[in-house]
């Protein structure tokens, strides 16, 4: 292994100090050797607390260890040094829906995808591809309410009881239906050949008995499917 205290001497400048601590970095993270990752992370993020690319690095050594809670933390000081980087909050709103299943965190951090983004008229493609999955994705947090909803209602008998909680699912489920539509129309309207989004839509509006639109979407999805 390369040593860093031997690699780099107090007589070397800052910047090719930290240029060696990254190279090191990217090998054990290539490597997957996640034991000296974190100990020359904890090195050079201590010698160097501000460089975004550390920042960056140790965010994606929790990710592909799966540790999300200490992802979400360092995730925090990378939005502090870069707050307009639209996909420091579309991560976090990822983390806090499928790792943390935390709905209502992720459509806060989602949404400021949608801030930075959505009024920019000179996005690039890769800004384009981040809004388009944040109204997806928030989206799906409704739907997938509403899904559960649905399913909980199939699951329920005649008694008075279970009819009484029929009715409330009923309405939590068309008020979750209608919430994920505009965020799905949205999604569409960024890009139309997305498959999951027409999927999404084609079943929203069987949900609403919206059948003219539901027969739209069907035909859309049968030309992306080529069926």
Do not use: C
Not at 37 to 44: C, D, I, M, S, T
Not at 83 to 94: A, D, E, L, R
Not at 108 to 115: C, D, R, S, T
Not at 198 to 213: D, F, M, S, T
């Amino acid at each position: 292994d390369v040593e860093i205290g031997t690699a780099v001497n107090p007589e070397i400048s800052e910047s090719v100090r930290i240029n060696v601590y990254k190279s090191l970095l990217q090998t054990y993270l290539g490597a997957k050797d996640m034991e000296q990752f974190n100990v020359y992370l904890a090195k050079a993020r201590k010698e160097f607390p501000g460089d975004i690319d550390l920042i960056n690095m140790e965010l994606q050594g929790y990710l592909d260890d799966e540790k999300y809670a200490e992802a979400l933390g360092i995730l925090e000081t990378a939005i502090e040094k870069d707050p307009t980087n639209s996909i420091y909050y579309y991560v976090k709103g990822f983390i806090y829906q499928i790792n943390m299943k935390d709905g209502d965190q992720a459509l806060l951090a989602y949404q400021e995808v949608i801030n930075l983004l959505d009024a920019n008229e000179e996005r690039t493609e890769d800004q384009t591809k981040n809004l388009f999955e944040a109204w997806y994705m928030s989206g799906v947090v409704w739907y997938d309410r509403g899904k559960k909803a649905l399913d909980e209602m199939g699951q329920l008998g005649m008694s008075s009881a279970d009819q009484k909680k029929y009715k409330k699912l009923d309405g939590e489920k068309s008020e979750y239906f209608n919430k994920s539509l505009p965020y799905f129309e949205r999604a569409h309207a960024l890009n139309d050949q997305d498959v999951e989004t027409v999927k999404a839509l084609w079943e929203v509006y069987r949900q609403k008995g919206e059948y003219e639109k539901v027969t739209e979407m069907k035909s859309k999805l049968d030309a992306l499917t080529g069926q």
